[in-house]
């Protein structure tokens, strides 16, 4: 095998050490901007999509060109875009399953306090009983 054919196989990255800079700043700038927009008096209903857009734009641009996966086979590419896909609907259900939840330790509504009846505390004894 000579190396010209062993060039040719190398699945290495044709990006140099500038556009690696360039790409980690870039990266840096959508952090900031993240951090930014986090500690900002935004709601939390237009914040929360901006926050998502922005991860999905670092996590894209650090799987096709710090992981090299814009240059490998398009198979990988879609086990990658289905991964971010799936994730995304999985956060977004969670979000949407959660967003008025009243036992939110942080902001929700107090619960009120449970009413004890004599009713229910005899419920419970015959219960007790049973066991």
Do not use: C
Not at 2 to 21: F, N, V
Request: aromatic share 8%; no cysteine; net charge negative.
């Amino acid at each position: 095998m000579t190396s010209d054919a062993h060039a040719e196989e190398s699945h290495g990255s044709p990006l140099g050490p500038r556009q690696y800079i360039q790409i980690t700043i870039g990266l840096a700038v959508i952090t900031a901007l993240e951090l930014v927009a986090s500690y900002s008096d935004m709601p939390t209903s237009a914040l929360v999509p901006i926050l998502v857009v922005m991860s999905a734009v670092k996590f894209a641009v650090v799987v096709a060109l710090f992981m090299h996966l814009r240059f490998e086979p398009g198979i990988f590419t879609k086990m990658f875009v289905l991964g971010l896909f799936l994730g995304t609907a999985i956060l977004i259900a969670l979000i949407a399953l959660f967003w008025n939840d009243p036992t939110d330790a942080l902001g929700g509504e107090e619960l009120p306090p449970l009413e004890h009846s004599s009713e229910s505390h005899e419920l419970f004894l015959g219960a007790e009983r049973l066991l």
